[in-house]
């Protein structure tokens, strides 16, 4: 029975016959009295007795929705709101959180596993960073809304992957979703001959400009293409696994025309750490490689400054030109303008380094820390165009040193848990290819997170916590099982 039908097909019960009962009566009565609240009000009971009676599908068709919802700025009170999804996600945190504490179907014991630990310990640091926030009521919003989306898109996928059955849907259900949005933006795009001035707000109202856009997509290139060429392993069709190939190539035309150089440089990076999987490195090797590259940049940032000064390609139409621009840091307007919110983001921690200044508030305390000499064209003093362009930094700024090495903790141990599952020899086929696409999605974002900051939209954290979900379970439910 496919999802939709399983959605569709309700239990003969007294509760489900009041409910339809209801929802016709308010359609009808909003009808009469023209009435536009009244029918939303049904929307609410269905998206409810789907929640209560079918959590997992609920859960699923959220995914499906999340490149689908559209994001109002001002819903009142100045707060935006991501529709429908945002309201569906309140709807099953609140189910779940009902559900452990009657009913505790967590188990337990999968808080022993080190990324489930990294998770909480990050978690556990921004609410202390909360509590001594300078702001604390934009960081008790950011601490809420992050909480909601590791307990439903982690805690709660996590439960569900039990049923092997629904990884798979996770994915093919965010593929559909996105697919959509992907063809639809090329379609619009193509109107336009494609041209890089389009390409930076062609995706609207779906995402907001094309650095989120393309850093979405990307997660699920690795994942398209897996399905296509493997798609035996998951019991798809032949024409399954080519309707699959074609979603990796519109995948792939988009993130071109999106001409988003962090995520062009994100797969490359993904194509290859794909190699060293295949070469087995281990995981504390590649701890070692990254230390190592990290060091040598410290000692060596003079030196390789002076090499980027060179290079004084702006961006441009065509591909070539424009991917050459991403190392221009002399006339770049982008490039210069990430380097002063870098900049600011570690003034900002090195004046407040064990906290820092409280989750979400680098946007409204960067200002001050803007030296002169590090403005540009784009500079601004109200926090708009865009936050730190840097996950790392981000967290640093604004929860302290622990709080972002507890938080680049959680993306090194999702590697490890995912290289985990890799190299088990005991595994079966399609879990080890499950989860080398799982990772090398992640790969992508973690790489993208030099250059943009994204975890706090709902666009990124489904696909960012549900990975996580997808690769702790993989390596904790061990069952040699068939998905």
Known sequence: MSFLSEILTFHSTKTTKFTLLLVAVLCGVGAYFDLWQLALLPLFIMALYLCYQKPIHY?????????????????????????????????????????????????????????????????????????????????????????????????????AFKDVSTIRRFFTFMLYGTFIVVSITLFKHSKEGFSRGWGYSIMQPFFEDHTIYSAYISFFVPVALMFSLRGNWFNLKVWHRLF????????????????????????????????????KVKFQHLLMVLGLVALVAVVKQDQILYSLEGNKQGSADDLESHAQSVSNITTDPSNLERLNRWQCAVLMFKSRPVFGYGPGTYTFQYAPFQRPESLTLISTNSGDLGNTHNEYLNALSEMGLLGALSWLAVFLLSIYTGLHVVYDPGQLAWKKSLATATVLGLITYYVHAFLNNFSDFDKIAVPLWGFMAVLTALKFYTKKERI
């Open 59 to 159: 859960v699923l068709l959220i995914c499906f929705l999340v490149p689908l919802s559209i994001f109002i700025n001002d819903v009142g009170g100045g707060l935006g709101l991501s529709l429908p999804t945002e309201p569906m996600i309140w709807m099953v945190f609140v189910m779940f959180i009902y559900q452990l504490l009657i009913r505790n179907v967590l188990d337990w014991s999968v808080i022993k596993q080190p990324l489930v630990i990294a998770i909480l310990v990050n978690l556990f640091w921004m609410f202390l960073s909360m509590l001594n926030s300078s702001m604390p009521f934009v960081s008790f919003k950011y601490f809420l809304a992050r909480t909601w989306f590791v307990t439903v898109f982690f805690f709660f996928l996590l439960y």
């Open 244 to 279: 699959f190939f074609l979603v990796f190539v519109v995948l792939m035309v988009g993130i071109v025309f999106s001409f988003t150089r962090a995520s062009w440089i994100s797969l490359i990076v993904a194509l290859g750490f794909y190699g060293l999987i295949k070469l």
